[in-house]
């Protein structure tokens, strides 16, 4: 799908290609959303560009994502998407400046185009020219790993509070914490691919405040540098995540591991106090034809009471030591 912006008195104005007919010659961005062949060649024509394939928007070598080219310049992007599911996933998003045009080619919807686009179609500031679409675009990118990042933190505290307090009188032990390390998981998955955005971003954005190209004005550089800050307090930001999940995962595994303690505790006691009654019981379970008591009333009920006795004393000697 190709859809053209041509600025507007009151922002952005969509346009949807005539078969056949050439760009607009106002269009200002370009947006390739998995484009066909005929769509990527007429772009490619109007503009004398050769937009990325997909497979060559995969390669993570900065000469192949990061580069000038007759003039434009191509600058490929790892994003995240689909992050308010819990099949949060990278794609690759190329951006190309070239002439007084922006072309994007991507082949996902992430959430920060749709905004940008509702925002720029109302805001005609936000769209004189190609470079502060892309400072735009970036800063979208930008505020919605922020707010995933937000998210995963508070969802790390809820998570804390729940696996480190105290629990409640009679749900000392056994305590299931499948739920929670599920949670973990999911958090420690988009604190990885928002780290993995914040990088590619990062290296996107001081190839191109360093790039010497003319197209990039002083005001889209100013504010490409605010982006840049931005960038490197979200990249230190989820890094604490980062470490914050490994403490919680860590923390909770500990918590299952003293509950299969105290499990496993439980049966050892058991099986020590029922070790010397067993004994008793098998000594006078013998087939010999002397054994004390066995021809007295009384005997059955003496071994009965040597049993309990047996099994009394290792569990006062536990208590006094506080086993138990």
């Not at 480190?164 to 009188?169: D, I, M, N, S």
């Amino acid at each position: 799908m190709l859809n053209i912006f041509v600025p507007g008195p009151g922002g952005l104005v969509r346009h949807e290609p005539a078969p056949g007919a050439a760009l607009p010659a106002a269009a200002l961005w370009l947006d390739l959303r998995e484009p066909t062949a005929a769509e990527e060649q007429l772009v490619e024509q109007a503009l004398g560009i050769d937009v990325p394939t997909r497979e060559e928007m995969r390669e993570i070598e900065a000469s192949n994502r990061l580069y000038e080219e007759n003039g434009s310049l191509y600058l490929t992007a790892t994003v995240v998407t689909r992050l308010d599911t819990d099949l949060a996933e990278s794609t690759q998003v190329t951006f190309i400046l070239a002439g007084a045009c922006l072309v994007t080619n991507r082949y996902a919807d992430p959430l920060p185009f749709q905004r940008f686009i509702a925002f720029a179609q109302t805001h005609p500031a936000a769209c004189t020219s190609a470079p502060l679409l892309l400072a735009g675009l970036l800063e979208a990118f930008v505020n919605r790993i922020a707010d995933v990042l937000e998210k995963v933190g508070a969802d790390i505290e809820a998570i804390s509070q729940r696996v480190l307090t105290h629990p409640r009188q009679g749900r000392r032990h056994g305590r299931d914490f499948h739920a929670e390390l599920e949670q973990i998981g999911r958090g420690g998955e988009l604190v990885s691919k928002a780290r993995e955005s914040l990088v590619s971003l990062s290296r996107l954005l001081t190839f191109l405040q360093e790039s010497g190209n003319a197209r990039v004005t002083q005001e889209a550089r100013l504010r490409l540098r605010t982006v840049s800050r931005d960038v490197g307090a979200l990249a230190d930001h989820a890094s604490f995540l980062g470490d914050k999940v490994q403490f919680l995962l860590d923390a909770t595994l500990g918590m299952v591991t003293i509950d299969q303690n105290n499990i496993l505790k439980i049966f050892s006691v058991v099986t020590v106090l029922m070790l010397p009654p067993s004994v008793i019981g098998a000594f006078y379970g013998m087939n010999f034809s002397y054994i004390p008591w066995l021809h007295e009333p009384w005997g059955v009920w003496a071994a009965l009471g040597l049993m309990v006795v047996s099994a009394l004393i290792p569990w006062v000697y536990f208590r006094s030591k506080g086993w138990l």
